[in-house]
């Protein structure tokens, strides 16, 4: 008798833990659909995203089990419009890859709201005003990837914190300002891409620390 209810038991709690996978899943699906209302220029590239099926939309990528949404390349598209502030929802993306599109607006602070991101690549479009200081939120963020928009501001000096930062590539934009100094302290940091901006100072004695780099342009 025992085993059967501690067996029913089992399946019960298994059974709740897929309704709340399937729940967040559900959410997952909504919080995409308010993001492709932000785009235009979608008719033809994102026809399929319509339907319960969201893992089967093109350029989202599920996980296997959660079906959360894990990845969302929607790069070379000629997708013009904004980046929705939707896309914080999306609380189990590791990658968002919109490079080489026509997207213009802010990067919205609620980016900073996608706390398992590992990879985050905007370049090439059209995004103006500042890099938001919430992306500096994003502990397990080892890619950014910002180069070729209209970014204005300064560095926000907290990007030299992220622990797992290996690539930053701010180059081409309007960004002004001081480097960060406490960017060359970054252990971990391997490359970092500057050039084609209008930043101020001298190149800093601190920059031997960067002991991990293995590529820099900053003129
Ligand atoms: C899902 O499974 C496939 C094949 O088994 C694998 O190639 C893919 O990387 C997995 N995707 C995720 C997000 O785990
Ligand atoms: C996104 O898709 C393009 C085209 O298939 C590919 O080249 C690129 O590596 C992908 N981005 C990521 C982050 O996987």
Redesign the pocket.
Known sequence: MAATAAAAYGALIASLLLLLAAGAAADDGAALLEVKKSFRNVGNVLYDWSGDDHCSWRGV????VTFAV?ALNLSGLNLEGEISPAVGALKSLVSIDLKSNGLTGQIPDEIGDCSSIKTLDLSFNNLDGDIPFSVSKLKHLETLILKNNQLVGAIPSTLSQLPNLKILDLAQNKLSGEIPRLIYWNEVLQYLGLRGNQLEGTLSPDMCQLTGLWYLTIA
Do not use: G, K, V, Y
């Open positions: 990528l599920c996980d296997n894990a």
